[in-house]
Protein backbone atom coordinates (compact mmCIF):
# COMPACT_ATOMS: atom_id res chain seq x y z
CA UNK A 1 0.00 0.00 0.00
CA UNK A 2 1.52 3.60 -0.44
CA UNK A 3 1.04 6.42 1.60
CA UNK A 4 -1.36 7.59 -0.97
CA UNK A 5 -3.72 4.91 0.33
CA UNK A 6 -3.11 5.65 4.04
CA UNK A 7 -5.73 7.32 5.94
CA UNK A 8 -3.72 7.77 8.80
CA UNK A 9 -1.88 10.87 9.38
CA UNK A 10 2.20 10.47 8.51
CA UNK A 11 4.90 12.35 9.82
CA UNK A 12 7.65 13.98 7.90
CA UNK A 13 10.07 11.36 9.13
CA UNK A 14 7.63 8.72 7.43
CA UNK A 15 6.50 10.71 4.03
CA UNK A 16 10.09 11.17 3.09
CA UNK A 17 10.52 7.41 2.94
CA UNK A 18 8.30 7.67 -0.41
CA UNK A 19 9.89 7.09 -3.60
CA UNK A 20 7.32 10.09 -4.81
CA UNK A 21 7.10 12.37 -2.25
CA UNK A 22 10.77 12.69 -1.80
CA UNK A 23 11.28 13.23 -5.62
CA UNK A 24 8.74 16.29 -5.19
CA UNK A 25 10.53 17.50 -2.38
CA UNK A 26 14.09 17.72 -4.52
CA UNK A 27 12.07 19.02 -7.31
CA UNK A 28 11.26 21.84 -5.03
CA UNK A 29 14.72 22.08 -3.40
CA UNK A 30 16.40 22.71 -6.67
CA UNK A 31 13.75 25.10 -8.17
CA UNK A 32 13.79 27.48 -4.93
CA UNK A 33 17.57 27.41 -4.11
CA UNK A 34 17.74 28.69 -8.14
CA UNK A 35 14.82 31.54 -7.07
CA UNK A 36 17.38 32.25 -3.89
CA UNK A 37 20.31 33.04 -6.30
CA UNK A 38 18.89 34.57 -9.17
CA UNK A 39 16.86 37.03 -6.89
CA UNK A 40 19.75 37.70 -4.50
CA UNK A 41 21.97 38.20 -7.32
CA UNK A 42 19.65 40.53 -9.24
CA UNK A 43 18.57 42.34 -6.66
CA UNK A 44 22.89 43.17 -6.07
CA UNK A 45 23.03 44.22 -9.26
CA UNK A 46 20.15 46.81 -9.36
CA UNK A 47 20.89 48.32 -5.53
CA UNK A 48 24.35 47.25 -4.54
CA UNK A 49 26.20 47.93 -7.71
CA UNK A 50 28.35 50.99 -8.04
CA UNK A 51 27.69 51.07 -11.52
CA UNK A 52 24.22 51.81 -11.19
CA UNK A 53 22.28 53.82 -8.60
CA UNK A 54 18.44 52.96 -7.05
CA UNK A 55 16.03 56.13 -5.68
CA UNK A 56 12.45 54.73 -3.65
CA UNK A 57 10.51 54.59 -7.07
CA UNK A 58 13.46 52.45 -9.23
CA UNK A 59 13.29 50.22 -6.34
CA UNK A 60 9.58 50.08 -6.29
CA UNK A 61 9.81 49.38 -10.45
CA UNK A 62 12.51 46.94 -9.43
CA UNK A 63 9.97 45.38 -6.99
CA UNK A 64 7.09 45.42 -10.11
CA UNK A 65 9.10 43.44 -12.36
CA UNK A 66 9.91 40.69 -9.66
CA UNK A 67 6.63 40.48 -8.51
CA UNK A 68 4.13 40.85 -11.16
CA UNK A 69 4.74 38.28 -13.40
CA UNK A 70 3.00 36.10 -10.85
CA UNK A 71 0.22 38.07 -11.80
CA UNK A 72 0.71 37.96 -15.02
CA UNK A 73 0.81 34.43 -15.47
CA UNK A 74 -1.42 33.68 -12.73
CA UNK A 75 -4.59 33.24 -15.20
CA UNK A 76 -2.40 31.82 -17.38
CA UNK A 77 -0.91 29.39 -15.18
CA UNK A 78 -4.59 28.30 -13.24
CA UNK A 79 -6.01 27.34 -16.16
CA UNK A 80 -2.99 25.25 -17.51
CA UNK A 81 -2.13 23.51 -13.79
CA UNK A 82 -5.40 21.97 -14.18
CA UNK A 83 -5.57 21.33 -17.97
CA UNK A 84 -1.68 20.18 -18.72
CA UNK A 85 0.49 17.31 -17.37
CA UNK A 86 1.96 18.66 -14.78
CA UNK A 87 4.88 16.76 -14.88
CA UNK A 88 5.11 18.21 -18.00
CA UNK A 89 4.78 21.23 -16.87
CA UNK A 90 7.42 21.14 -14.36
CA UNK A 91 9.75 19.61 -16.62
CA UNK A 92 9.59 22.22 -19.36
CA UNK A 93 8.85 25.22 -16.89
CA UNK A 94 12.46 24.71 -15.57
CA UNK A 95 13.85 24.34 -19.21
CA UNK A 96 12.60 27.97 -20.40
CA UNK A 97 13.74 29.43 -16.67
CA UNK A 98 17.10 28.35 -17.24
CA UNK A 99 17.45 30.06 -20.38
CA UNK A 100 15.47 33.31 -19.20
CA UNK A 101 18.21 33.14 -16.31
CA UNK A 102 21.00 33.11 -19.11
CA UNK A 103 19.69 35.92 -20.60
CA UNK A 104 18.90 37.87 -17.53
CA UNK A 105 22.86 37.28 -16.71
CA UNK A 106 23.52 38.60 -20.18
CA UNK A 107 22.12 41.91 -19.99
CA UNK A 108 23.26 42.54 -16.19
CA UNK A 109 26.99 41.90 -18.07
CA UNK A 110 26.01 44.38 -20.98
CA UNK A 111 24.95 47.48 -18.50
CA UNK A 112 21.29 47.01 -19.74
CA UNK A 113 18.77 48.45 -17.36
CA UNK A 114 15.07 49.34 -17.43
CA UNK A 115 13.03 47.59 -19.65
CA UNK A 116 15.01 45.28 -21.24
CA UNK A 117 16.03 43.45 -18.03
CA UNK A 118 12.98 44.17 -16.16
CA UNK A 119 11.06 42.34 -19.14
CA UNK A 120 13.57 39.08 -18.88
CA UNK A 121 13.10 39.26 -14.82
CA UNK A 122 9.42 39.16 -15.35
CA UNK A 123 9.96 36.44 -17.66
CA UNK A 124 12.16 34.50 -15.47
CA UNK A 125 9.89 35.31 -12.42
CA UNK A 126 6.94 34.24 -14.09
CA UNK A 127 8.24 31.07 -15.01
CA UNK A 128 9.34 30.49 -11.10
CA UNK A 129 5.90 30.90 -10.32
CA UNK A 130 4.36 28.77 -12.99
CA UNK A 131 6.74 25.98 -11.49
CA UNK A 132 6.08 26.92 -7.71
CA UNK A 133 2.22 26.28 -8.66
CA UNK A 134 2.43 23.34 -10.11
CA UNK A 135 4.45 22.08 -7.19
CA UNK A 136 1.58 22.91 -4.59
CA UNK A 137 -1.20 21.68 -7.05
CA UNK A 138 0.90 18.34 -7.25
CA UNK A 139 1.31 17.87 -3.08
CA UNK A 140 -1.83 15.84 -2.43
CA UNK A 141 -1.20 13.72 -5.30
CA UNK A 142 1.86 11.84 -3.20
CA UNK A 143 0.38 12.48 0.13
CA UNK A 144 -2.51 11.40 1.74
CA UNK A 145 -5.14 14.14 2.58
CA UNK A 146 -4.43 13.33 6.26
CA UNK A 147 -1.39 14.94 5.99
CA UNK A 148 -1.07 17.64 3.77
CA UNK A 149 -1.02 19.90 6.29
CA UNK A 150 1.90 18.75 7.99
CA UNK A 151 3.84 17.60 4.29
CA UNK A 152 3.29 21.36 2.85
CA UNK A 153 4.78 22.89 6.33
CA UNK A 154 7.61 20.64 5.88
CA UNK A 155 8.27 20.46 1.54
CA UNK A 156 7.39 24.60 1.59
CA UNK A 157 9.23 25.43 4.90
CA UNK A 158 12.31 23.62 3.78
CA UNK A 159 11.96 25.05 -0.25
CA UNK A 160 12.22 28.61 1.76
CA UNK A 161 14.97 27.80 3.43
CA UNK A 162 16.81 26.48 0.72
CA UNK A 163 15.84 30.20 -1.06
CA UNK A 164 17.71 31.75 1.74
CA UNK A 165 20.63 29.23 1.05
CA UNK A 166 21.10 30.39 -2.84
CA UNK A 167 20.89 33.93 -1.74
CA UNK A 168 23.23 33.44 0.49
CA UNK A 169 25.33 31.65 -2.36
CA UNK A 170 24.75 34.48 -4.14
CA UNK A 171 26.31 37.20 -1.56
CA UNK A 172 29.03 34.58 -1.82
CA UNK A 173 29.88 34.56 -5.21
CA UNK A 174 29.26 38.22 -5.72
CA UNK A 175 32.13 38.16 -3.13
CA UNK A 176 34.16 36.44 -5.64
CA UNK A 177 33.08 38.02 -8.56
CA UNK A 178 32.69 41.28 -7.81
CA UNK A 179 30.20 43.86 -7.47
CA UNK A 180 30.57 45.03 -11.27
CA UNK A 181 28.51 44.38 -13.60
CA UNK A 182 30.52 41.18 -15.10
CA UNK A 183 30.20 40.02 -11.25
CA UNK A 184 26.81 40.71 -11.24
CA UNK A 185 26.05 38.39 -14.01
CA UNK A 186 28.34 35.56 -13.11
CA UNK A 187 26.49 35.28 -9.74
CA UNK A 188 22.99 35.62 -11.58
CA UNK A 189 24.12 33.03 -14.02
CA UNK A 190 24.32 30.54 -11.34
CA UNK A 191 20.91 30.17 -11.03
CA UNK A 192 20.46 28.58 -13.88
CA UNK A 193 21.80 25.63 -12.42
CA UNK A 194 18.86 25.11 -9.61
CA UNK A 195 16.35 25.39 -12.47
CA UNK A 196 18.11 22.62 -14.75
CA UNK A 197 18.55 20.71 -11.64
CA UNK A 198 14.83 20.42 -10.80
CA UNK A 199 13.92 19.81 -14.58
CA UNK A 200 16.36 16.80 -14.54
CA UNK A 201 14.47 15.58 -10.85
CA UNK A 202 10.73 16.38 -12.19
CA UNK A 203 11.51 14.29 -15.69
CA UNK A 204 11.82 11.15 -13.72
CA UNK A 205 8.13 11.42 -12.56
CA UNK A 206 5.73 8.71 -14.38
CA UNK A 207 3.58 10.44 -16.78
CA UNK A 208 0.32 11.61 -14.85
CA UNK A 209 1.19 10.83 -11.72
CA UNK A 210 0.70 14.43 -10.64
CA UNK A 211 -2.25 14.94 -11.90
CA UNK A 212 -4.92 16.49 -13.02
CA UNK A 213 -7.20 13.43 -12.28
CA UNK A 214 -10.09 15.32 -13.59
CA UNK A 215 -10.28 17.73 -16.29
CA UNK A 216 -12.92 20.59 -16.35
CA UNK A 217 -11.70 22.59 -19.28
CA UNK A 218 -13.45 23.51 -22.23
CA UNK A 219 -11.78 22.06 -25.50
CA UNK A 220 -10.78 24.94 -26.70
CA UNK A 221 -7.39 26.09 -24.59
CA UNK A 222 -8.12 29.32 -24.82
CA UNK A 223 -11.66 29.95 -23.57
CA UNK A 224 -9.85 27.87 -20.82
CA UNK A 225 -7.51 30.35 -19.93
CA UNK A 226 -9.76 32.89 -20.46
CA UNK A 227 -11.63 31.55 -17.73
CA UNK A 228 -8.92 30.76 -15.07
CA UNK A 229 -9.58 33.77 -12.84
CA UNK A 230 -12.86 33.69 -12.76
CA UNK A 231 -12.80 29.71 -12.22
CA UNK A 232 -10.42 30.50 -9.54
CA UNK A 233 -12.43 33.09 -7.40
CA UNK A 234 -15.77 30.88 -8.08
CA UNK A 235 -14.28 27.95 -6.07
CA UNK A 236 -12.40 30.27 -3.70
CA UNK A 237 -15.45 32.10 -2.64
CA UNK A 238 -17.33 28.85 -2.17
CA UNK A 239 -14.63 27.67 0.67
CA UNK A 240 -14.90 30.19 3.59
CA UNK A 241 -11.49 29.10 4.84
CA UNK A 242 -9.83 30.27 1.64
CA UNK A 243 -11.82 33.47 1.46
CA UNK A 244 -10.64 34.14 4.88
CA UNK A 245 -7.34 32.99 4.74
CA UNK A 246 -6.42 35.25 1.74
CA UNK A 247 -7.91 38.35 3.44
CA UNK A 248 -5.34 38.16 6.79
CA UNK A 249 -2.51 36.87 4.23
CA UNK A 250 -3.11 40.03 2.08
CA UNK A 251 -2.98 42.07 4.92
CA UNK A 252 0.80 40.51 5.76
CA UNK A 253 1.87 41.18 2.37
CA UNK A 254 0.72 45.33 1.84
CA UNK A 255 2.33 45.12 5.51
CA UNK A 256 5.67 43.10 4.17
CA UNK A 257 5.60 44.95 1.19
CA UNK A 258 6.29 48.51 3.27
CA UNK A 259 8.68 46.39 5.42
CA UNK A 260 10.59 45.57 2.31
CA UNK A 261 11.32 48.85 0.90
CA UNK A 262 11.97 50.42 4.20
CA UNK A 263 14.71 48.08 4.66
CA UNK A 264 16.72 47.83 2.00
CA UNK A 265 16.82 52.14 1.86
CA UNK A 266 18.30 51.57 5.90
CA UNK A 267 20.10 49.25 4.41
CA UNK A 268 21.87 51.41 1.82
CA UNK A 269 21.76 54.91 3.11
CA UNK A 270 20.62 54.72 6.78
CA UNK A 271 22.35 52.22 9.15
CA UNK A 272 25.82 51.67 9.72
CA UNK A 273 27.64 48.54 10.77
CA UNK A 274 27.38 47.89 14.51
CA UNK A 275 29.43 45.25 15.76
CA UNK A 276 28.23 41.85 14.31
CA UNK A 277 25.74 43.21 12.29
CA UNK A 278 26.08 44.79 8.85
CA UNK A 279 24.48 47.48 6.74
CA UNK A 280 24.47 47.42 2.98
CA UNK A 281 24.08 44.01 1.01
CA UNK A 282 25.98 41.89 4.24
CA UNK A 283 23.01 43.30 6.14
CA UNK A 284 20.33 42.06 4.14
CA UNK A 285 22.38 39.09 4.28
CA UNK A 286 22.13 38.50 7.95
CA UNK A 287 18.17 39.63 7.58
CA UNK A 288 17.68 37.11 5.12
CA UNK A 289 19.42 34.31 7.21
CA UNK A 290 17.30 35.56 10.11
CA UNK A 291 13.93 35.11 7.87
CA UNK A 292 14.98 31.68 6.78
CA UNK A 293 15.38 31.04 10.82
CA UNK A 294 11.71 31.87 11.16
CA UNK A 295 10.39 30.22 8.21
CA UNK A 296 11.97 27.09 9.48
CA UNK A 297 10.43 27.75 13.04
CA UNK A 298 7.05 28.23 11.62
CA UNK A 299 7.53 25.18 9.65
CA UNK A 300 7.93 23.16 12.51
CA UNK A 301 5.28 25.30 14.93
CA UNK A 302 2.11 25.24 11.74
CA UNK A 303 1.09 22.09 11.77
CA UNK A 304 0.90 21.34 15.54
CA UNK A 305 -0.47 24.88 16.27
CA UNK A 306 -3.35 24.32 13.73
CA UNK A 307 -4.16 20.91 14.77
CA UNK A 308 -4.01 21.68 18.89
CA UNK A 309 -5.71 25.54 18.33
CA UNK A 310 -7.46 25.86 14.87
CA UNK A 311 -6.51 27.37 11.96
CA UNK A 312 -8.59 30.11 13.32
CA UNK A 313 -6.32 30.71 16.22
CA UNK A 314 -2.94 30.02 14.67
CA UNK A 315 -3.76 32.74 12.23
CA UNK A 316 -4.84 35.08 14.55
CA UNK A 317 -1.97 34.46 16.15
CA UNK A 318 0.35 34.94 13.51
CA UNK A 319 -1.57 38.84 12.53
CA UNK A 320 -1.08 39.36 16.57
CA UNK A 321 2.64 38.18 16.54
CA UNK A 322 3.75 39.99 12.89
CA UNK A 323 1.97 43.64 13.88
CA UNK A 324 3.63 43.39 18.15
CA UNK A 325 7.10 43.11 15.91
CA UNK A 326 6.81 45.66 13.17
CA UNK A 327 5.79 48.49 16.28
CA UNK A 328 7.59 47.11 19.05
CA UNK A 329 11.26 45.86 17.09
CA UNK A 330 10.53 47.65 13.40
CA UNK A 331 9.50 51.01 14.21
CA UNK A 332 13.06 52.26 16.16
CA UNK A 333 14.60 51.62 13.20
CA UNK A 334 17.69 50.53 14.88
CA UNK A 335 19.77 47.68 13.14
CA UNK A 336 19.96 44.55 15.93
CA UNK A 337 16.07 44.89 15.93
CA UNK A 338 15.36 45.40 12.78
CA UNK A 339 17.28 42.13 12.48
CA UNK A 340 15.04 40.59 15.21
CA UNK A 341 11.79 41.67 13.37
CA UNK A 342 12.70 40.30 10.08
CA UNK A 343 12.90 36.86 12.14
CA UNK A 344 9.30 37.36 13.71
CA UNK A 345 7.50 39.14 10.76
CA UNK A 346 8.75 36.63 8.53
CA UNK A 347 8.47 33.52 10.71
CA UNK A 348 4.30 34.60 11.43
CA UNK A 349 3.76 35.45 7.47
CA UNK A 350 5.20 31.86 6.48
CA UNK A 351 2.60 30.13 9.08
CA UNK A 352 -0.33 32.41 7.40
CA UNK A 353 1.01 31.25 4.23
CA UNK A 354 1.05 27.38 5.20
CA UNK A 355 -2.47 28.08 6.83
CA UNK A 356 -3.97 29.23 3.43
CA UNK A 357 -1.49 26.90 1.36
CA UNK A 358 -3.56 23.47 3.62
CA UNK A 359 -6.87 25.30 3.32
CA UNK A 360 -6.83 25.41 -0.61
CA UNK A 361 -5.34 22.24 -0.62
CA UNK A 362 -8.14 20.41 1.51
CA UNK A 363 -10.88 22.92 0.96
CA UNK A 364 -10.69 22.84 -3.21
CA UNK A 365 -11.40 20.15 -5.45
CA UNK A 366 -8.34 18.80 -7.32
CA UNK A 367 -9.84 19.85 -10.67
CA UNK A 368 -9.92 23.62 -9.73
CA UNK A 369 -6.95 23.89 -7.50
CA UNK A 370 -4.29 25.22 -10.09
CA UNK A 371 -6.83 28.15 -10.58
CA UNK A 372 -7.23 28.64 -6.89
CA UNK A 373 -3.18 29.26 -6.25
CA UNK A 374 -3.50 30.86 -9.34
CA UNK A 375 -5.48 33.42 -7.78
CA UNK A 376 -3.80 33.12 -4.85
CA UNK A 377 -0.69 34.23 -6.45
CA UNK A 378 -1.95 36.90 -8.77
CA UNK A 379 -3.98 39.02 -5.75
CA UNK A 380 -0.89 37.94 -3.62
CA UNK A 381 1.69 40.19 -5.66
CA UNK A 382 -0.52 42.71 -6.92
CA UNK A 383 -1.22 43.56 -2.73
CA UNK A 384 2.50 44.10 -2.25
CA UNK A 385 3.49 45.69 -5.56
CA UNK A 386 0.95 48.09 -4.45
CA UNK A 387 2.13 48.75 -1.15
CA UNK A 388 5.95 49.01 -2.45
CA UNK A 389 4.54 51.64 -5.19
CA UNK A 390 2.48 53.50 -2.55
CA UNK A 391 5.09 53.54 -0.14
CA UNK A 392 7.81 54.65 -2.98
CA UNK A 393 5.87 57.99 -3.25
CA UNK A 394 6.07 58.98 0.45
CA UNK A 395 9.44 57.21 1.72
CA UNK A 396 12.77 59.17 1.43
CA UNK A 397 15.74 58.28 0.57
CA UNK A 398 17.27 57.34 3.56
CA UNK A 399 14.56 55.05 4.28
CA UNK A 400 13.78 56.44 7.66
CA UNK A 401 9.76 56.78 8.01
CA UNK A 402 7.93 56.07 11.32
CA UNK A 403 5.02 56.91 9.52
CA UNK A 404 5.20 53.79 7.07
CA UNK A 405 5.80 51.13 9.41
CA UNK A 406 2.51 52.44 11.76
CA UNK A 407 0.60 52.12 8.81
CA UNK A 408 2.17 48.68 8.17
CA UNK A 409 1.18 47.55 11.81
CA UNK A 410 -2.45 49.08 11.10
CA UNK A 411 -2.25 46.73 8.17
CA UNK A 412 -2.06 43.38 10.47
CA UNK A 413 -4.57 44.99 12.60
CA UNK A 414 -7.28 45.18 9.64
CA UNK A 415 -6.62 41.70 8.08
CA UNK A 416 -7.45 40.19 11.87
CA UNK A 417 -10.65 41.99 11.37
CA UNK A 418 -11.52 41.18 7.93
CA UNK A 419 -10.38 37.18 8.77
CA UNK A 420 -12.91 37.13 11.48
CA UNK A 421 -16.00 38.75 9.17
CA UNK A 422 -15.24 36.18 6.56
CA UNK A 423 -15.08 33.32 8.87
CA UNK A 424 -18.90 33.68 9.12
CA UNK A 425 -19.37 32.29 6.38
CA UNK A 426 -17.91 29.43 6.60
CA UNK A 427 -20.39 26.00 7.53
CA UNK A 428 -20.75 25.48 11.27
CA UNK A 429 -19.82 22.09 10.61
CA UNK A 430 -16.46 22.99 8.96
CA UNK A 431 -13.49 22.43 10.96
CA UNK A 432 -11.20 25.15 11.80
Same mark, same amino acid.
Given at each position: ?????????????????????????????????????????? #??????????????????? @??????????????????????????????????????????? &????????????????????? @???????????????????????????????????????????????????????????????????? @???????? #??????? +???????????????????????????????????????????????????????????????????????????????????? &????????????????????????? #?????????????????????????????????????????????????????????? =????????? +??????????????? =??????????????????? =?? +????????????
Amino acid at each position: MTISATTERIGPKLLVRDREFRRLLYTRFAAQWGDGVYRAGL #AGAVLFNPERAADPLAIAE @GFAVLLLPYSVVGPFAGALLDRWDRRRVLVFANLLRVVAILAS &AAAVATGLGGPGLFSLALLAE @GLSRFIGSGLSASLPHVVPASSVVSANAFATTLGSALAVVGGGCAILLRAVFGADNLGSAETTAFAAL @GALVSALI #ARRFTRG +VLGPTVVDEPPNPFLAVARGLADGARHAWRAPSVTAGFIALFAHRAAYGISLLVTVLLMRNYFTDNGIFRAGLPGLGQMAALAG &AGILVAGLLTARLIRGFGRLRAILG #ALLVAAIAQSALGLPMVLPLALLASFLITGAGQMLKLCVDSSIQLDVADEARGRVFAL =YDTLFNITQ +VAAVAIGAVFIPDNG =YSPGLMIAATICYFLGGVG =YL +VARRRAVPDRPN
